[in-house]
């Protein structure tokens, strides 16, 4: 079925089709390929900790979003470009990690749900370093002092120093996983055609992104969204359907761990690793990315830290909870639908 919706995304964007149908289909064809990577990944993932998984799922999962962001650049669309970015952030620790609380809540006894404490704390304090840095150039930019004539400059070192740490961050985090996973009968793949699927469905990835991005612009104007909408909410959930299945399914499994730790290092990748490493690509093309973003964005992201710290940080999670965090997105989402 993924197969048949990548080929007729292609052939819409190849006979020019209306851009409507083509990034319909463009969707559909990027969540198939991502319900691929995210069952390949578990297979691969019964050989390993939380953390190894976590980070495999999320960073193959994080391939679309990478891939949108990329185009979308490459075509000067800057606006989708860095709503993307945030649309990515917003939809994985509000949406995402809501539905997955509700999830593991559902499918605890105590209608609690537990986890460990070290990955939502290490996520607050990464997204609390890029919500700085994004706020100091917010707040240069709007003054107007001296700083804010070098933006761009000020953009690249935070952007380094953001790698850097999150380097350090993620070697450590590797190094403290659990023993693997205990798995209840034979898997349903083996790991060649598991790594193979893998393959085929990060190069597939690749393609439909940029079918998706040339369709965005012109089937948002052809239903009345604006671009920001298009990237904060369209874009968010689409880009990440990895996570937007993975995580649920897991937790109603019981997974709580696992769940966890695919939501979570896909938000950590995207603020201290996607959105650098795409400050630094886009030098390579005329369109430029920084860390100047609105204001409204720039006080959503930084509330966002505070709210992931305080609700996951202390390793348990209630139903209550995760509607909170559910309701933080809806308001976002309404915002960039008048923006």
Request: with cysteine; proline share 3%; net charge negative.
């Amino acid at each position: 079925m993924t197969a048949a919706f990548t080929a007729a995304a292609a052939v819409a964007h190849f006979t020019d089709a209306t851009p409507l149908l083509t990034f319909g289909l463009a969707t559909v064809a990027l969540a198939g390929l991502a319900w691929i990577v995210s069952f390949s990944t578990e297979r691969v993932g019964q050989h390993y900790g939380p953390a190894v998984t976590g980070v495999l799922q999320s960073t193959l999962g994080n391939l679309p979003e990478f891939f949108i962001v990329l185009f979308a650049l490459s075509a000067g669309e800057l606006v989708v470009a860095k709503t993307s970015i945030l649309g990515s952030i917003f939809a994985n620790a509000l949406l995402v990690l809501g539905i997955v609380i509700l999830a593991g809540c559902h499918a605890s006894p105590e209608g609690v749900m537990r986890f460990e404490t070290r990955l939502p704390k290490d996520n607050a304090v990464l997204v609390l370093l890029t919500s700085f840095l994004i706020v100091l150039i917010g707040l240069s930019a709007a003054t107007g002092d001296n700083a804010s004539h070098h933006i761009e400059a000020i953009s690249i070192v935070g952007a380094i120093a953001l790698l850097l740490t999150y380097g350090v961050w993620l070697n450590d985090y590797l190094r403290s996983d659990l023993p693997s996973m205990a798995v209840e009968g034979a898997p349903r793949v083996s790991m060649r055609l598991a790594l193979t699927l893998l393959a085929v469905a990060g190069v597939g990835a690749a393609f439909v992104s940029d079918w998706f991005v040339t369709a965005l612009t012109p089937a948002m104007k052809e239903i009345g969204l604006s671009q920001a909408f298009a990237g904060i909410v369209v874009v968010g959930i689409a880009g990440n359907a990895v996570e937007n299945t993975t995580g649920i399914v897991l937790a109603l499994k019981g997974e709580a761990d696992l769940a966890i730790s695919v939501v979570k290092n896909s938000v950590a990748q995207i603020t201290a690793f996607l959105f650098p490493a795409l400050v630094l690509v886009s030098l390579l093309f005329s369109t430029h990315l920084t860390f100047n973003l609105g204001p409204v964005y720039i006080g959503a992201l930084a509330l966002t830290a505070v709210a992931l710290w305080q609700i996951t940080a202390d390793g348990e999670a209630t139903r209550f909870e995760g509607v909170a965090l559910i309701a933080f997105y809806v308001i976002v989402a309404v915002l960039a639908f008048y923006e």
